[in-house]
């Protein structure tokens, strides 16, 4: 029996397939720092060559059977929906029978690439594979020559001195280490479950809680109290969860509680998730419920000592993508719901174009003399983006295909970058919460540091629909032809060529609403707060 009979294809998101693939292979537990280092690779890999992208993966009797693991860090589910949000376009599954675990280095290669048309693989350097992990990252190499395809062995990520492994992670979430965690992860670790009815202890002593039922697949942390967060429909709020057995009153049954501040809803049923940021105390018995509920107000105490901390700090959300690919809106949309200022990175390329076409200066030397007048400002009024020459309002004149072909003209220009780049930067000096920069290179260039970064793009179809529709062009195959030599110039350029941002989250708008997208980007901005 062949592979491809075996395998399990799925496509996780609706671009366009490409007909060569650049793949990983991995059990991806977690899908931490050290496996979004190898995705951030994969994609980018995949974008340049215009390749698809597929994660090569086993189903869980192999982490069961292989690792004798009882629990994971992510459930199926949850894996390959954190894969989709990792920009990966396809999830090949292998099941773990003795027809592929028996394979040698050499077969398992051979077969998989008879199944899969893939011209690279990216693996960390700890790569192992084929029967009894017989093969490295070395014999891989070889067998690339062998059977002509490029390898990138990309390095394992550390922190603190520590190298980054699911196994490691496993052991800080269970011995309450859960901020040490939280940074091998890259995101907050977090609990998905259904609000069941309890038996309201936590009313009568003052401090009402939630009873998450969760999936027994998945790693509790050690019992204790947490300072956390919940979102509830599409809401966050800040939370202190409970894990234990309320040995107080006796009980035998590991409970998940979280104690919602400033909530007061009827939620049972629902679906909620929750984050653990830092562990607070132990789990413990107390003698009264006066002692039980004066413990808990110094609980809640320190954990809104700590929110009010959090609160000072700006945050900057980084949205960079495709043209078409409804940034601009999505952007717009998470400023103002998170109360931040926005800033479009392309409309201040697009108006150092407009600067150029007007008085037909293209030479890198003769725009940064106008740029050092400083003739550009900018303003987020809340529901708009403008931008200004000289006190006049050139928003509308810089929307244009014209004006988008102009944007890239100027933005191989290097200097030029940087005078763009370090107003942006600057402008987080003058704002009050924090900003939302969409652009081309907002999270690799201008913020790598960001609390989140998004990629969005979609089917190029849908995006050539959406920019004809924007621009007021009615010729459809026009736009698609401007975009495909944007997207080439953009990813091909010499300086500050397009990319996918490390530990970025890629948004697929080809077939979902605006609100369906800014869903799901409240679910990652839980785990990124």
Not at 359 to 378: A, G, M, R, V
Not at 407 to 427: D, F, P, Y
Request: aromatic share 10%; charged share 30%.
């Amino acid at each position: 029996m062949k592979l491809k009979d075996l395998i399990k294809i799925q496509k996780l998101n609706g671009l366009e397939k490409e007909p060569k693939f650049t793949v990983t292979i991995g059990v991806f537990d977690g899908i931490h720092l050290g496996h979004s280092a190898i995705i951030s690779e994969l994609r980018n890999n995949a974008l340049v060559n215009n390749y698809s992208s597929a994660v090569v993966t086993f189903d869980e009797n192999y982490p069961k059977t292989f690792k004798n693991l009882s629990s994971f860090l992510l459930t199926y589910e949850e894996k390959k929906e954190f894969l989709s949000l990792k920009g990966v376009d396809f999830l090949v599954v292998l099941p773990f029978i003795s027809e592929i675990k028996n394979l040698n280095p050499e077969e398992f290669i051979s077969s998989l690439k008879e199944t899969i048309p893939f011209s690279c693989i990216c693996v960390g350097e700890n790569f192992r594979f084929g029967r009894g992990r017989e093969g490295d990252a070395s014999q891989l190499i070889r067998l690339g020559e062998e059977f002509n395809f490029e390898v990138k062995v990309i390095p394992s990520e550390s922190f603190e001195e520590s190298f980054i492994s699911s196994s490691k992670i496993r052991e800080l979430i269970s011995s309450g280490e859960i901020v040490k965690a939280n940074k091998f992860l890259g995101y907050k670790y977090f609990l998905r479950g259904i609000v069941k009815k309890g038996s309201n202890i936590g009313s009568k002593l003052g401090f009402p809680t939630i009873n998450v039922e969760v999936n027994n697949m998945k790693l509790i942390p050690k019992e204790g109290i947490y300072k956390g967060k919940v979102k509830v429909k599409d809401d966050i709020y800040d939370a202190a969860i409970y894990i234990g057995t309320r040995p107080t009153f006796n009980g035998r049954a590991l409970r998940i509680e979280a104690y919602i501040l400033d909530f007061s809803e009827i939620v049972y049923q629902e679906k909620v998730e929750l984050v653990f940021e830092e562990y607070i105390r132990e789990s413990k018995k107390f003698d009264t419920e006066k002692e039980l509920r004066d413990q808990i107000e110094r609980d809640t105490k320190v954990i809104n000592d700590k929110i009010k901390e959090e609160k000072l700090r700006k945050r900057i959300i980084t949205i960079d993508g495709t043209a078409g690919s409804g940034k601009s809106t999505i952007a717009k949309l998470l400023a103002q719901r998170f109360g931040l200022y926005y800033i479009d990175s392309g409309a201040l390329y697009r108006s150092v174009g407009w600067i150029a076409n007007r008085f037909n200066l293209w030479e890198e030397e003769d725009l940064i003399k106008i740029l050092e007048k400083k003739p550009i400002n900018f303003l987020w009024d809340g529901e708009n983006f403008k931008v200004f020459f000289e006190r006049t309002d050139i928003s509308s004149e810089i929307r244009s295909l014209d004006a988008g072909i102009n944007a890239s003209r100027v933005g191989v220009m290097k200097r030029l970058r940087e005078i763009l780049t370090l107003w942006q930067r600057e402008s987080l000096n003058y704002v009050e919460n924090g900003i939302v920069l969409e652009g081309r290179d907002s999270g690799t260039i201008v913020f790598p540091q960001a609390d989140m970064k998004l990629f969005i793009s979609a089917d190029i179809h849908i995006r050539a629909e959406r920019r004809a529709k924007d621009l007021g062009e009615s010729n459809i195959e026009k736009v698609i032809k401007s975009l495909k030599e944007r997207d080439i110039k953009d990813i091909n350029r010499s300086s500050d060529p397009l990319r996918i941002p490390k530990e970025a989250y890629f948004i697929d708008t080809t077939s979902i609403t605006v609100e369906e997208a800014y869903s799901q980007i409240l679910s990652i901005w839980l785990k990124c707060l």
